[in-house]
């Protein structure tokens, strides 16, 4: 007999051991990227029958642990695969007091191995699975039970269905090791779709409370704007009609509240806008933003054709996103520039873009009044207002609904000022 020399035998088994090693790693790859779970319980037991053979059964428990379920079978051979699928499908068996070698190895925990008389084997069956076994013809068969976080949900399976060909310890310990990763697999994927299933079930309550938000709230707004119509309505009749009869302080009293009135109504719009803004589905496309800021500008100057403002509009400045919503949030930095340059002579609006690392910054820069840098983190709040709107109009929601944008498209949005200096917005998508 040849033997080998020592040296040569230990590079022949650590060659089998990184080969093995290579497997396992290219099979839990394989698991772990799988994401339905009939395809991954077929994917393990295709794997263990075609790494070790010959048949192969993989079994599940239940959620009470008292059934093993067969969920996916395979084999080497064509013909005895489509045999192993057929009859072993959804095949169950009690782990309470079943004699099936699968629920004696989840009651003890222990693997099971061994070369059997097939007729023996049929003998031991479950009456109800007694032709089944017969017509496997079970020479050798090797059961381990797959365990994930130390608790067992199942077991991994093989027959072999000639004399002869036993199970040896390496093939026990591959099937032990593809047990492993499978159970984990299988686990993880549970959790996975576990997860999906709350988060599915969490987004389809969100859609309907939004819904019943966004019905209250147009009926809401519905509701008062009626009133300070006929509030505004009535200030101007009286003004109207009786503004003779009134002293100089009724009049301005009148004019007061229709303004508020008005105000109310703009700030009804505003809330409204903020919420859609928040709802509205995105549609990405290449936008213009030049074209865009170009348009806004446009219709800044038809409101005030008599400003003189100097205006630096960067071409081809091009960006990915929805073109509505990026059409809001620059329409509301650009009327802000042109509404806080109002007191200087020399007003100057710039908007354009540059590449900072690997994205593109976009912004808009004025030279009017400014802000604080100190408050700077109130600037996109709703409601927060750095000026006077006695001195500069508006309601404080414009920054709030611009974020939100920019927010939608995955971006930051951020402000630079000093008092009197003008401020730049830069934002990112």
């Not at 045999?83 to 004699?99: A, E, H, P």
């Not at 496997?136 to 004399?163: E, F």
């Not at 903020?274 to 213009?288: D, F, G, M, P, Y």
Request: aromatic share 6%; hydrophobic share 40%; with cysteine.
């Amino acid at each position: 007999m040849n033997l080998l020399p020592v040296p040569e035998l230990l590079s022949a088994k650590l060659m089998r051991n990184n080969a093995r090693l290579r497997v396992l790693a290219e099979v839990a790859n394989s698991f772990a990227i799988t994401t339905d779970y009939n395809e991954l319980c077929d994917k393990i037991a295709n794997t263990a029958s075609d790494l070790i053979g010959d048949g192969c059964m993989l079994t599940l428990t239940d959620e009470n642990n008292k059934v093993l379920v067969n969920v996916a079978s395979s084999h080497r051979d064509s013909e005895m695969r489509v045999v192993y699928k057929n009859y072993l499908k959804k095949i169950k068996v009690s782990t309470i007091d079943s004699s099936a070698i699968s629920a004696q190895v989840i009651r003890s925990g222990e693997l099971k191995y061994a070369d059997v008389n097939p007729e023996d084997l049929v003998a031991k069956a479950d009456d109800n699975l007694k032709a089944l076994v017969a017509k496997l013809n079970v020479h050798s068969y090797a059961v381990v039970p797959i365990r994930v976080h130390g608790k067992i949900i199942g077991t991994l399976s093989l027959v072999r269905s000639a004399a002869g060909r036993s199970y040896e310890p390496e093939d026990i310990s591959l099937l032990q090791d593809l047990a492993a990763r499978g159970g984990l697999a299988i686990e993880n994927l549970r959790l996975y779709n576990d997860l999906e299933a709350r988060v599915n079930d969490r987004t389809h309550d969100l859609e309907i409370v939004n819904k019943e938000l966004e019905s209250f709230s147009y009926s809401v707004a519905h509701d008062l704007r009626s009133p300070l119509r006929s509030i505004d309505g009535y200030s101007q009749t009286v003004l109207q009609d009786k503004g003779e009869q009134l002293d100089d302080e009724a009049k301005e009293l009148l004019n007061k509240i229709s303004a508020s009135a008005k105000r109310m109504n703009r700030l009804i719009d505003d809330l409204l806008n903020l919420s859609q803004v928040t709802r509205t589905e995105i549609v990405k496309q290449k936008v213009n933003l030049s074209e865009l800021a170009e348009d806004i500008i446009f219709s800044l100057k038809e409101t005030n054709p008599s400003r003189q403002v100097k205006i630096n509009i960067q071409p081809n400045v091009f960006a990915m996103g929805d073109v509505q919503l990026l059409e809001i949030a620059l329409t509301n930095l650009l009327s802000n520039a042109w509404k806080f340059t109002k007191k200087n002579n020399t007003a100057c609006i710039e908007f354009g873009s540059f590449r900072r690392h690997t994205q593109m910054v976009y912004y808009v820069k004025d030279n009017g009044v400014g802000f604080d840098q100190a408050y700077s983190n109130k600037l996109f709040h709703a409601f927060q207002r750095l000026h006077d709107s006695q001195e500069f109009e508006g309601t404080g929601v414009g920054l709030a609904i611009t974020q939100r944008v920019i927010h939608r498209h995955r971006g930051t949005i951020w402000a630079e000022s000093t008092l009197n200096e003008g401020a730049t917005f830069y934002f990112t998508l």
